[in-house]
């Protein structure tokens, strides 16, 4: 396990910009499962101390190397959601 920043997202344009919740690997963003990262290979499953599994489906902005951004889904209660999880420090595992 790895000490590393997790922050999260949504699919709003703040987020996301216009890309509706499409992710890097082109799936579909989805709570519960998608999350971003730079540091592993598309397809690679994270356990996330903390928040759960997920899979890294998105990628994130290259200023930010080794983190984790978790999804949180649509809408306005996502946003809120997302910003109120903030910035953390937990621990993350690639798991097969």
Not at 10 to 19: E, V
Not at 83 to 88: T, V
Request: net charge positive.
């Amino acid at each position: 396990m790895t000490n590393l920043v997790i922050t999260a997202y949504c699919a709003c344009m703040i987020c996301c910009g216009n890309t509706n919740g499409i992710t890097a690997s082109g799936a579909r963003a989805k709570v519960g499962v998608t999350c971003a990262a730079n540091w592993v290979p598309l397809g690679t499953r994270l356990r996330i101390e903390g928040v759960g599994d997920r899979i890294v489906q998105d990628r994130m902005s290259t200023n930010y190397p080794s983190r984790v951004d978790v999804f949180f889904g649509r809408g306005e209660r996502a946003h809120t959601a997302a910003r109120r999880f903030g910035k953390r420090i937990n621990n993350v595992k690639v798991i097969l």
